[in-house]
Structure formats: structure tokens, C-alpha cells
């Protein structure tokens, strides 16, 4: 409310999905985020909503492309000239360069495996932010091994595989691929029918005896490929 009042003083109403007439629904995706872009956008200019889920997948592209065109990422060199500005303003460089030092001197075994704890802990999301800290680090994550022993930690975490036989076992701790959607072309986790989840240590999302969709990123990609898509579809 802070930051509404120093928007705007006064009095502000707030609105929910039901008080926007004929604003499309979010059924089953994960697009809530584009959602709410898209009532922003429609009350601010004052338009008649006329998206619904299955153009999802355009709506997050053309506000990529906004976000990139109005705040356009900088060159290579700018992007050094600025690193080497705030490394001028940093004080303790030299502790911060022997910090740097200990990890390039740290036996691999080590990094490895404090690495793969990240990933535990964190999912998904830590392969994308180790591998932007340094060389070192993405060289670790990106290596095929190293993916393939953090899912199976993760599969191990989710899984009592002491319950059930070895062909159970052998069937579904399995790796995963890393496919290009037929669609919009983006790489994505394509998992085998089994076990799916973001890779956090103990959280399992689902279990799907087949493939939710088969060479697609996501349901807006299969849908927006000319396909039809209901939940009853999957045999869960």
C-alpha cells in the first residue's frame, strides 16, 4: 500500500478476476504470471477482452520482446565496462580475489559435490544460476553426468525404490532429455513417463504413466500447434 500511495494518493479499490466483465479464466497451466500482464493491460488501455488460455504462449513471446526492446541488453563491452566500474567502486578486492582463488583451487570431487547439494536444494533454477556465475561453475553443471546425478539424487529423494522390485526400479530411475519443442523451439526437461518434478530435493509434482505432451514444452505450445488438449487426456 505504501508504494500505491506514492503511485497515487487517495483511495484505492482493489479488483479480482470476477470484477473484470468478461475476463477470459486461467483453467489448468502455470500461466498465472501473463495472466495478470494481460487484465493490466486491457484495464489500463481500456479494451475488450478478447484472449483466452491458448494464447498463452504468443502473449508471454510479445512480452518478451517488449521487455528486450525497451530495455535492450547491453554489448559485451558495455557489459565490462560497467563490471569494471563497480569492481572500482568495491572495497576488500583483494580477500574477494583469494576468495575466488580457494574455489578455482578446489579439488573437483569437492565443487561437485557442493554443487549437486545446490541443485538439491534449489531445483531447477540452480543449473540456470551457477552456470551464469563463472566458467568454472557452468562448466560442472552443464556436463551431462552431472545433470544426470542430480536428477537421480532428486529421483532417490521423491522415491522409496526399497518398495517396490528392481524392474520398477530399473523402469523409472531413469534420466532425463533435454528436447527443442516442436513449436516455439525453446529447449525444455523432457522427462520419460514416471516421475516428474523441478528437481527440489523430496518434492514430487506428479507421476504420469505417459508423456503429458509429447515433444512440446507445454500445453500452450501443443495447443497452439493445432493440437487438442484436455486434462482427461493424460491417464494420470
Same mark, same amino acid.
Given at each position: !500500500?505504501?508504494?500505491?500511495?506514492?503511485?497515487?494518493?487517495?483511495?484505492?479499490?482493489?479488483?479480482?478476476?470476477?470484477?473484470?466483465?468478461?475476463?477470459?479464466?486461467?483453467?489448468? &497451466?502455470?500461466?498465472?504470471?501473463?495472466?495478470?500482464? =494481460?487484465?493490466?493491460?486491457?484495464?489500463?488501455?481500456?479494451?475488450?477482452?478478447?484472449?483466452?488460455?491458448?494464447? !498463452?504462449?504468443?502473449?508471454?513471446?510479445?512480452?518478451?520482446?517488449?521487455?528486450?526492446?525497451?530495455?535492450?541488453?547491453? &554489448?559485451?563491452?558495455?557489459?565490462? %565496462?560497467?563490471?569494471? @566500474?563497480?569492481?572500482? !567502486?568495491?572495497?576488500?578486492?583483494?580477500?574477494?580475489?583469494?576468495?575466488? #582463488?580457494?574455489?578455482?583451487?578446489?579439488?573437483?570431487?569437492?565443487? @561437485?559435490?557442493?554443487?549437486?547439494?545446490?541443485?538439491?536444494?534449489?531445483?531447477?533454477?540452480?543449473?540456470? @544460476?551457477?552456470?551464469? =556465475?563463472?566458467?568454472?561453475?557452468?562448466?560442472?553443471?552443464?556436463?551431462?553426468?552431472?545433470?544426470?546425478?542430480?536428477?537421480?539424487?532428486?529421483?532417490?529423494?521423491?522415491?522409496?525404490?526399497?518398495?517396490?522390485?528392481?524392474?520398477?526400479?530399473? =523402469?523409472? @530411475?531413469?534420466?532425463?532429455?533435454?528436447?527443442?519443442?516442436?513449436?516455439?523451439?525453446?529447449?525444455?526437461?523432457?522427462?520419460?513417463?514416471?516421475?516428474?518434478?523441478?528437481?527440489?530435493?523430496?518434492? %514430487?509434482?506428479?507421476?504420469?504413466?505417459?508423456?503429458?505432451?509429447?515433444?512440446?514444452?507445454?500445453?500452450?505450445?501443443?495447443?497452439?500447434?493445432?493440437?487438442?488438449?484436455?486434462?482427461? #487426456?493424460?491417464?494420470?
Amino acid at each position: !500500500m505504501l508504494l500505491a500511495q506514492q503511485l497515487h494518493p487517495g483511495l484505492w479499490k482493489e479488483y479480482g478476476r470476477d470484477d473484470l466483465n468478461g475476463a477470459p479464466r486461467q483453467n489448468w &497451466s502455470n500461466n498465472c504470471g501473463v495472466f495478470v500482464l =494481460m487484465y493490466t493491460l486491457y484495464v489500463v488501455m481500456g479494451g475488450v477482452f478478447d484472449f483466452s488460455e491458448s494464447d !498463452m504462449a504468443a502473449a508471454r513471446r510479445w512480452w518478451c520482446l517488449l521487455l528486450l526492446t525497451n530495455n535492450p541488453v547491453k &554489448s559485451d563491452a558495455e557489459r565490462k %565496462l560497467l563490471r569494471k @566500474r563497480r569492481k572500482e !567502486m568495491k572495497t576488500g578486492e583483494l580477500e574477494k580475489e583469494a576468495e575466488a #582463488d580457494y574455489i578455482s583451487k578446489m579439488p573437483p570431487e569437492i565443487l @561437485r559435490h557442493i554443487l549437486l547439494n545446490v541443485v538439491k536444494e534449489d531445483g531447477d533454477v540452480a543449473f540456470f @544460476r551457477l552456470s551464469l =556465475m563463472c566458467w568454472l561453475f557452468h562448466d560442472v553443471v552443464c556436463d551431462a553426468s552431472f545433470r544426470k546425478d542430480a536428477h537421480l539424487a532428486w529421483l532417490d529423494s521423491v522415491v522409496n525404490w526399497s518398495a517396490y522390485s528392481s524392474d520398477y526400479k530399473e =523402469m523409472y @530411475r531413469v534420466p532425463y532429455k533435454v528436447t527443442s519443442c516442436l513449436c516455439c523451439g525453446d529447449l525444455f526437461k523432457d522427462f520419460p513417463p514416471g516421475y516428474i518434478g523441478d528437481g527440489r530435493k523430496g518434492i %514430487l509434482r506428479a507421476f504420469y504413466s505417459t508423456k503429458e505432451f509429447e515433444c512440446y514444452c507445454s500445453a500452450d505450445c501443443f495447443i497452439c500447434d493445432g493440437n487438442h488438449y484436455s486434462p482427461k #487426456d493424460n491417464n494420470l
